[in-house]
């Protein structure tokens, strides 16, 4: 399923041609008969939606997904049989209770897995944690800007997690979400990010300090450990994405794609923040790789 971009954009249109009518003298009926259009589109919006929506029927996954999984998804790869099967069963629930939009682009397997994937990755080892806070992915081909616009410029964006209008709404570049599992040069991983996004959300705040993930005896030793390591990207000295050096939620996200991407780089190179995320993530990727033959 896909919708066309111009819809989404041009509710943010509508707002703003709201604001400027505003700020022009008018009576009060007048301004009560403008202000009225965006609650009435978008109780059209919920209504049809809701119509048209229907139970996702997801199936047993294939030799042809799994073997997939195993060719670009390195954490699943690396997982014991049994820990394979509950992987793809949570992947399955995660695709029967949450939508895939494609917006002006289509949605294939493909990228239905690696977004289910990306949404499993963190919480592997937290038995039965949903993501309550997320009904729908919706999918762009290419990068957006802050308005959500594909086109024009600025369009640096490749993911965001929803607010507002957009609450429990993850907006992802289809680009990005494919070679975040595709290109193995670097540590990033967009869709994998997002999704952190969400888990650090879970406490209502998204600040880099996930209370769900993490024990109260390591905020200090985390909080301490984000202004270090920004510090060293602020003074080069880092191989950190810098996007991370932004603020503490940034960092999270970043060192979490370093974390799951390039677990044995990250060890070498960060020992210390390597083993907080593990006991943040109660997992140690690097313990998890099958004995070589």
Known sequence: MWLCGQQIASSFLLAKTIFVALTLPMD????????AIPAFLFLLFVIFRKKGARPRIIHPFSDEDRA???????????????KQVEFENRMQHFLSTTRVTGVNTEVEKLDELFIAASAIIPILNFPGWQYMNLNEVLLYPGS?????????????????????????????????????????????????????????????????????????????????????????????????NPYGATNQAEFLAVASEYFFERPDLLQEKHPELYSLLSKMFRSQPEENSLPQT
């Open 144 to 240: 957006f800007n802050e308005e959500f616009s594909q086109e024009g410029a600025e369009r640096s964006r490749l993911g965001v997690i929803g607010d507002g209008p957009y609450q429990n709404i993850m907006i992802l570049s289809k680009d990005a979400l494919r070679q975040g599992f595709m290109n193995k040069s670097v540590p990033h991983n967009t869709a994998i990010h997002e999704f952190v996004h969400l888990i650090d959300k879970t406490d209502g705040a998204v600040d880099g300090v996930p209370e769900f993930l993490m024990s109260k005896q390591y905020v200090l030793p985390w909080l301490n450990m984000i202004r270090q390591k920004i510090e060293e990207i602020h003074q080069n000295e880092s191989d950190i």
């Open 68 to 82: 997939l999984l195993n060719e670009h998804v390195d954490v699943y790869r690396e997982l014991s049989d049994e």
């Open 28 to 35: 009060q009926t007048t301004i009560l008969i403008i202000t």
